[in-house]
């Protein structure tokens, strides 16, 4: 079975930084590409970073020049790294991962972590 697993959330003051982490558990054997999104209350979720198998990334707007996504794929881990963190970032953060193992391919979501930035 797949997992995906979440850590390094927690309150932090605005212009702070934190480092999330993503790791792969289970029988895999390829991650595709990779994905942060963020929820914040009452809001829909939305694509925060993606960086594909080759290492091209991407970011939404709201975070370019702040966040940086990256990956260790030796680790099956993913990364995201924010910094100049602002009170509009706090959402519930979640990755996603599209995997292949012994069920094929399929995407995946982590559990969230929270993240909350004070002003």
């Known amino acids: 079975q797949v997992q995906l697993v979440e850590s390094g959330g927690g309150l932090v003051q605005a212009g702070g930084s934190l480092r999330l982490s993503c790791a792969a558990s289970g029988s895999i054997f390829n991650i595709n590409a990779i994905a942060w999104y963020r929820q914040a209350p009452g809001k829909q979720r939305e694509l925060v970073a993606t960086?594909?198998?080759?290492?091209?990334?991407n970011y939404s707007d709201s975070v370019k020049g702040r966040f940086t996504i990256s990956r260790d794929n030796a680790k099956n881990t993913m990364y995201l790294q924010m910094n100049s963190l602002k009170p509009e970032d706090t959402a519930v953060y979640y990755c996603n991962a599209r995997i292949q193992s012994w069920a094929g391919w399929n995407n995946y979501w982590g559990q969230g972590t929270q993240v909350t930035v004070a002003s």
């Open positions: 960086i594909t198998s080759g290492g091209s990334t």
